[in-house]
């Protein structure tokens, strides 16, 4: 197996691991453990953290190392709270620029989550929540605002990664894509009022969830398989 795919091996299977919850926030990532256990040199173990650090899922302290993040409850309410502001902001006289295109977007999008998260994926879940709100944000005529406020929306999935209860919710009490239909609802009344108190309840609203965490966490060399013939993705 080349460098390249060893570094994209060791990175999907962290970032898996991340995503599934395995491993838990504030672990910190050794890469001479990773190399060892797969019988490698560093760097492509380096290369696949240094992917992790780019998409918001780890952080390199210098002199210490790679850690998987491990937001304060406080950090990520202002998180929260900065990426409500810039979505209300972004979404002003949102009546007056959406398409029935844009709608018809917006409720295949809201058909697609209810369909990954009763398939219990959250990955797909958290990428098509994600584009229902860039959808609503890419309204803007504002460049700036709209690039500040996806990249808030991006980490605050993040978050939602690490410490959303996802999979103990029963799908009838997910409130997330009834909210989005709803506002849809709104958007076709053109009650801009109606739609922006429900678009600051569905933001701050998340933050009371983080308070249920169900994980199973592991080590980090604990998600890598190998033989002496060849190395496979678990």
């Not at 209300?88 to 209810?114: G, V």
Request: aromatic letters at 8%.
């Amino acid at each position: 197996m080349s460098k390249q795919s060893l570094a994209k091996y060791v990175y999907e299977t962290l970032k898996n691991a991340i995503l599934s919850r395995q491993i838990t926030p504030g672990q910190k990532l050794l890469e001479s453990e990773i190399s060892d256990v797969l019988g490698i040199s560093r760097t492509p173990v380096r290369h696949a953290i240094l992917e992790l650090q780019k998409e918001g899922m780890v952080t390199i302290y210098p002199n210490k190392g790679a850690y998987v993040i491990n937001p304060t409850i406080e950090e990520i309410t202002e998180a929260f709270t900065h990426r409500k502001q810039l979505e209300l902001i972004a979404t002003e006289n949102i009546m007056e620029r959406i398409t029935d295109r844009d709608i018809e977007t917006l409720k295949l999008l809201t058909k697609n989550e209810i369909e990954a998260f009763e398939e219990k994926s959250l990955s797909k879940y958290i990428e098509i929540n994600t584009n229902f709100h860039e959808t609503l944000v890419n309204l803007s005529e504002n460049r700036y605002l709209r690039e500040h406020a996806k990249q808030m929306i991006q980490q605050t999935h993040i978050f939602l990664i690490l410490y959303d209860h996802f999979y103990s919710v029963d799908t009838n009490k997910n409130r997330g894509p009834g909210e989005h239909q709803r506002m849809i609802e709104f958007i076709e009344k053109k009650d801009e009022k109606a739609f922006k108190e429900l678009l600051e309840k569905h933001i701050v609203s998340t933050i009371d969830e983080y308070k249920n965490r169900i994980n199973i966490y592991k080590k980090p060399s604990d998600l890598f398989s190998i033989d002496n013939t060849d190395i496979k993705p678990i």
